[in-house]
């Protein structure tokens, strides 16, 4: 994927490429744990920079959800959306209700040439539901 993306191929960047694809919507600082688990010492900037990189090229996505650090994913190029619990924070996928990019049509463009959209959708999880009784 990083040759692909003509990026060198690096321990910390294959670290923080598998720590991102195991472990969907971390956020930075879960990030940094993982690939110090994975690789030893690494600096905070190494990360944000591998990140920065990994983002650029299209191979790992960033949303930040209201409320929310930013969190990372390595599914790109759907235009999926997101389902965020108001009391624990969990996050999951949710499928573009019309499964074309940008799969929502604004009332109105601005004369802008729209190719993506993003809804977050808010609620409680099912954890929290039953916790609430």
Do not use: K, W
Not at 30 to 44: A, F, K, P
């Amino acid at each position: 994927m990083l040759r692909g993306a003509a990026l060198r191929v690096t321990r910390p960047r294959l670290a923080v490429l598998s720590a991102v694809h195991d472990h969907p919507h971390s956020d930075t600082g879960s990030i940094i744990g993982l690939v110090r688990d994975d690789v030893g010492e690494v600096s905070h900037q190494a990360v944000y920079d591998v990140l920065r990189a990994l983002t650029a090229a299209g191979l790992v996505r960033c949303i930040e959800p209201p409320g929310s650090v930013a969190r990372y994913e390595a599914r790109v190029g759907d235009n999926h959306h997101h389902v965020v619990c108001r009391s624990c924070g969990a996050i999951a996928d949710v499928d573009c209700a019309v499964g074309e990019m940008p799969c929502l049509t604004p009332s109105e463009d601005h004369g802008f040439a729209i190719d993506e959209a993003e809804v977050i959708y808010r609620g409680r999880c099912p954890e929290c539901v039953a916790a609430r009784g």
